[in-house]
């Protein structure tokens, strides 16, 4: 699987953003889509991830409420939408994929190149 995220720039706090993650080389059926994120400096963070066969979602704290996941399996596109955006959400991010559900990164195979978002104060 190829995995393509887009949807990346330069914002305003408290301003949104919508990343995209388009998937090829296989149909989404049965697997989970996570996103991630990495500053500089720090390890990689586990966001948000949907399973694709029944849609259930799981969200870290860190962006509970104000980030939402969503799949469009049409397009094979994964979405994450972000809210209210903080400086300390500026970071590349990533989307990957798994067989499980969860945020764990050691468990994540395929990852897309990363899409740089930066929240200006």
């Known amino acids: 699987v190829q995995l393509q995220a887009s949807g990346g720039g330069l914002v305003q706090a408290g301003g949104s953003l919508r990343l995209s993650c388009a998937a090829s080389?296989?149909?989404?059926?049965?697997?989970?889509l996570g996103w991630f994120r990495q500053a500089p400096g720090k390890e990689r963070e586990g966001l948000s991830c949907?399973?694709?066969?029944?849609?259930?979602?799981y969200y870290a704290a860190s962006v509970r409420g104000r980030f939402t996941i969503s799949a469009d399996k049409a397009k094979n596109t994964v979405y994450l939408t972000m809210n209210s955006l903080k400086p300390v959400d500026t970071a590349v991010y990533y989307c990957?994929?798994?067989?499980?559900?969860?945020?764990?990164?050691?468990?994540?195979?395929?990852w897309g190149q990363g899409t740089q978002v930066t929240v200006s104060s």
């Open positions: 080389g296989r149909t989404m059926r049965n697997y989970v």
């Open positions: 949907i399973d694709i066969s029944d849609g259930n979602t």
């Open positions: 990957a994929t798994t067989p499980l559900i969860g945020l764990d990164v050691t468990l994540y195979k395929h």
